[in-house]
């Protein structure tokens, strides 16, 4: 056994990452989903099943629609629909600089700015220039 562990016990394991979700899994529609058949072969048990399975498909549409006039309303009024959070990703963060890296960044921001107000007072002296002595 060697001094340190190739699987320290302290150390938290990364959870897998997740898989893409299926729109019915969602949990409106998870308790219509249809089971494991019954042993019994009943037609009334199955119609019931697929007119709840059909009652559960046609509210979670019907949220949807909800959702979408409400949006295009709003849009139609000029008020900006509150942003869809369904596709965005947010640990998606700015990248920090270090600081040499900071310091590097505003020397050469300061340097091109001061080479821009030369240039410009340049431009500004030939153009007194040309205006001035007669051309």
């Not at 899994?25 to 042993?39: F, G, N, T």
């Not at 498909?57 to 629609?65: Q, V």
């Not at 849009?75 to 869809?84: L, M, R, T």
């Not at 600081?99 to 700015?113: F, L």
Request: glycine share 6%; hydrophobic share 35%; charged share 30%.
């Amino acid at each position: 056994m060697s001094l340190f562990s190739r699987k320290p016990k302290n150390r938290r394991r990364r959870p897998a990452p997740s898989q893409k979700k299926d729109i019915l899994d969602s949990p409106a529609l998870k308790s219509a989903k249809p089971k494991k058949r019954a042993k019994s072969e009943d037609l009334v048990g199955q119609v019931y099943q697929l007119n709840a399975q059909i009652g559960a498909i046609e509210n979670f549409l019907a949220k949807k629609t909800a959702e979408q006039l409400h949006r295009e309303r709003m849009k139609h009024e000029g008020v900006i629909p509150p942003p869809d959070r369904s596709g965005s990703k947010r640990s998606v963060k700015k990248q920090t600089l270090s600081h040499a890296e900071r310091r590097r960044y505003h020397a050469e921001r300061s340097k091109s700015g001061l080479n821009f107000l030369i240039l410009f007072c340049f431009a500004l002296a030939i153009g007194w220039w040309l205006i001035f002595s007669g051309v």
